[in-house]
């Protein structure tokens, strides 16, 4: 529904509405787009970049936040796309002291507020994600590595282990791993109900996991975080 047309049903100030639709947004009752709003089980297909954004707020923050503070000094770092990798990748862009290597073209944009050294991977975009992907992207990865590459996920399951909703994606995410010292897996609870579309990893792929709840499983040699 249109922003203004609830303000019509609902008989309320612009200033009121907006301050309840961010509430109901952080909360994941219902998903914010320009102009307008709707129930998350409306939703048909994979969501775009800024309405995963804009779901599971906090825990990705909080995520980022804890990841961020285990990056040792003078690391070169891949940061993954999607959206608790940007959430990192926000923190770590001050750090003068680290050199970054991204695909992420949301995280590029910020590319201003960049104090870290900035490697960007070419490649063809990935509309729904920002991600850059393809034969670019991968022929630039086969010439780079990592001391630590934080990597997202679409969806995790306990016996198939870590997947992405596409295949393009998958190749650049398997670089990741292959490229880095340090395998860090960054994914909020809410993962565990989405349906892997394309396995990418193993769970014994990943060095540590960070999340914002315990999740429903062990895994031997796999450090998880959570609060």
């Known amino acids: 529904m249109e922003v203004h047309a609830l303000m019509d049903i609902l008989g309320v100030s612009a200033a009121t509405l907006r301050r309840d639709l961010t509430y109901l947004g952080r909360t994941d009752r219902v998903v914010r787009v320009h102009g307008g709003v ?11 970049f800024w309405q995963k954004a804009a ?7 909080v995520i980022a936040e804890s990841v961020a503070a285990s990056i040792d000094q003078r690391s070169t770092v891949f940061i993954d796309s999607g959206t608790t990798c940007l959430e990192a990748g926000r923190l770590l862009r001050g750090r003068t002291d680290l050199t970054i290597i991204t695909n992420s073209l949301p995280l590029i944009a910020s590319h201003e507020q960049f104090r870290a050294r900035l490697i960007v991977l070419g490649g063809e975009m990935r509309n729904v994600s920002g991600a850059l992907v393809g034969d670019l992207a991968l022929s630039a990865l086969n010439r780079l590595r990592a001391d630590v590459a934080l990597i997202g996920a679409s ?5 198939d282990g870590v997947g992405t909703t596409e295949l393009l994606e998958t190749a650049v995410k398997r670089e990741w791993l292959a490229r880095s010292r340090r395998k860090v897996l960054l994914a909020d609870a809410s993962k565990w109900s989405q349906t892997n579309l394309v396995s990418f990893a193993r769970w014994d792929e990943f060095d540590e996991f960070y999340t914002d709840k315990k999740p429903p499983f062990r895994r031997s040699g796999l450090k998880i975080h959570h609060p």
């Open 38 to 48: 709707f129930h998350p089980s409306a939703m048909t297909g994979e969501p775009s």
């Open 55 to 61: 779901m599971s707020v906090k825990p990705k923050r």
């Open 155 to 159: 969806g995790l399951h306990a016996e």
